[in-house]
């Protein structure tokens, strides 16, 4: 019954929440914010095999899909749209499905969570295969639509990931890999866009970020890859040459000009004082990635000294 679900709970402390002073109110919202980390912080353990798997998936030449609903599946379509100009990945390596269509995401659509065929379908129709992991969002954790989704994924031998709300969940059940964040009930009650949507949101952003971290889309804190495409992104570009290579920023933007706007070609050309077509050259050799380059380039410091 729904009414039992932990997401659908009431808490007698906010049931007056109407008659407090709006700077009350934002208080006592804000203190059940500050419990979600917490409830994060108890599912590290289950987020690291979820990171691991992902991380396996992709270095198979895997993909990451998100599946959700209504607020999940927003959440999980915002972190896959992130990935690209982020860490520069191609469109395909992280994808997002959400109940509905991309319609769901400005509007709700009645009754497409609800719909399991329709979860099997698109699932299917996004080419998923036993090299993927498939990542099933949903608070409550029996949204029809994703766990259908989940398990025909784990039925054909992709690697699957469960994040929900309430404990052994239905969807928890139907995957391998189960993360339960439990953040208990919502200040409006039943509304998880709220700290259901937070604490997914904060575990989303651990499994993409971490997982692209171990791939080599990153260096040592920096967005290498990232896209200069605006001109914050372009200031942010130039910052991160000069520092990873030690070069004054005006060179740093001659380079990133010289490398047709990579920030990675431009590091190579730095660091091997050479010109772009050779700098591709040698990113390829490692993969494309900046920072398998960057740590052969120290391993053959510490050689020569």
């Known amino acids: 019954m729904l009414e039992r ?136 954790g029996r949204t029809p639509y994703v766990v259908a989704a989940l398990t025909h994924a784990r039925a054909i031998g992709a690697r699957t990931i469960g994040i929900s709300c309430t404990p052994n969940s239905e969807l928890s059940r139907a995957v391998e890999f189960p993360i339960e964040p439990l953040v208990g009930a919502e200040v409006v009650a039943g509304s998880t866009r709220l700290r259901a949507g937070t604490a997914t949101k904060l575990v989303l952003n651990m499994i993409s970020t971490a997982t692209m971290i171990k791939l080599g889309y990153t260096y040592g804190g920096l967005m290498v890859n990232v896209q200069p495409t605006n001109h914050k992104l372009r200031d942010r570009a130039r910052r991160i040459i000069s520092e990873t290579t030690g070069t004054s920023l005006e060179h740093a933007a001659h380079l990133l000009e010289q490398a047709n706007g990579s920030v990675p070609v431009a590091i190579v050309m730095a660091r091997r004082h050479v010109a772009r077509l050779e700098a591709e050259s040698l990113l390829e050799a490692s993969g494309g990635k900046i920072a398998v380059f960057l740590g052969d380039v120290a391993l053959e410091d510490q050689e020569l000294a």
Do not use: H, K
């Open 5 to 140: 679900l932990l997401t659908e709970g009431q808490n007698a402390d906010w049931r007056n929440l109407q008659n407090l002073p709006v700077a009350d109110l934002l208080t006592a919202m804000n203190a059940a914010d500050a419990e979600v980390p917490s409830a994060v912080a108890r599912e590290l353990p289950r987020i690291e095999n979820a990171v691991t798997a992902v991380v396996a998936a992709l270095d198979e030449g895997g993909s990451l899909i998100y599946v959700g609903a209504g607020t999940s599946g927003r959440l999980g379509v915002l972190d896959a749209a992130e990935c690209p100009p982020t860490f520069n990945t191609p469109p395909e390596l992280v994808r997002a499905i959400i109940a509905g269509g991309d319609a769901a995401l400005r509007r709700s659509i009645e009754g497409a969570e609800d719909n399991e065929e329709a979860g099997v379908r698109d699932l299917t129709d996004t080419g998923v295969s036993s090299r993927d992991a498939v990542v099933g969002i949903s608070a409550s």
